[in-house]
T-cell receptor
Framework: GAVVSQHPSWVICKSGTSVKIECRSL??????MFWYRQFPKQSLMLMAT?????????EQGVEKDKFLINHASLTLSTLTVTSAHPEDSSFYIC?????????FGPGTRLTVL | KNQVEQSPQSLIILEGKNCTLQ??????????LRWYKQDTGRGPVSLTI?????NTKSNGRYTATLDADTKQSSLHITASQLSDSASYIC???????????????FGKGTHLIIQP
């Protein structure tokens, strides 16, 4: 139980385009999901907290207009990287909270050319 | 400031050998501590969770210890296998007043390589 999926697992896009990443809780409902970014050999850095039916809460330094988060249902949160640039290339991981614990997705590798 | 420090940063050992990874934290108040295994290009997977009153917890060949007084934890891997090659991340949950979202503070991880 408590499985979280992400789609796509990897994506390559051109600079200036937008990319949407999906995070789904497959066998449970999650009112709260989290989005992290991870650079090589670094730990996970929290970007934002996604709350179902309300606006996301962004961490300091994270541009909310660049990283759009939508949590329209209890099993799906999406992260859209708008006008992506090479510096946005990273590993994006989501997690969903259940029973006081966070369950992590497998991650999405974004490469912006 | 809540912090989680892990050592060593990286470690290379031969298959079949044992190893111990360290985690020191300053998170307060303390709720629980988890060790995660993260394979390259994958999300973290929980290995163990320990609360204040627990000193030792095992999960197969993984054994975690916790000393809440000194705010130290260790993860011992016995008879290492090639599949143990991964990053091991220590995550401490504290009070909402000091930790990150959901009260979590992440360590930077120990990158473990098992050589045949």
């Amino acid at each position: 139980g408590a499985v979280v999926s992400q789609h796509p697992s990897w994506v390559i896009c051109k600079s200036g385009t937008s990319v949407k990443i999906e995070c789904r809780s497959l066998d449970f409902q999650a009112t709260t999901m989290f989005w992290y970014r991870q650079f090589p050999k670094q730990s996970l850095m929290l970007m934002a907290t996604s709350n179902e039916g309300s606006k996301a809460t962004y961490e300091q330094g994270v541009e909310k207009d660049k990283f759009l988060i939508n949590h329209a249902s209890l099993t799906l949160s999406t992260l859209t990287v708008t006008s992506a640039h090479p510096e946005d290339s990273s590993f994006y991981i989501c997690s969903a909270r259940a029973g006081g614990e966070q369950f992590f997705g497998p991650g999405t590798r974004l490469t912006v050319l | 400031k809540n912090q989680v420090e892990q050592s060593p940063q990286s470690l290379i050992i031969l298959e079949g050998k044992n190893c111990t990874l360290q985690c020191n934290y300053t998170v307060s108040p303390f709720s629980n501590l988890r060790w995660y295994k993260q394979d390259t290009g994958r999300g973290p997977v929980s290995l163990t969770i320990m609360t204040f009153s627990e000193n030792t917890k095992s999960n197969g060949r993984y054994t975690a210890t916790l000393d809440a007084d000194t705010k130290q934890s260790s993860l011992h891997i016995t008879a290492s296998q090639l599949s143990d090659s991964a990053s091991y991340i220590c995550v401490v949950r504290g009070g909402y007043s000091g930790g990150g979202a959901d009260g979590l503070t992440f360590g930077k991880g120990t990158h473990l390589i098992i050589q045949p």
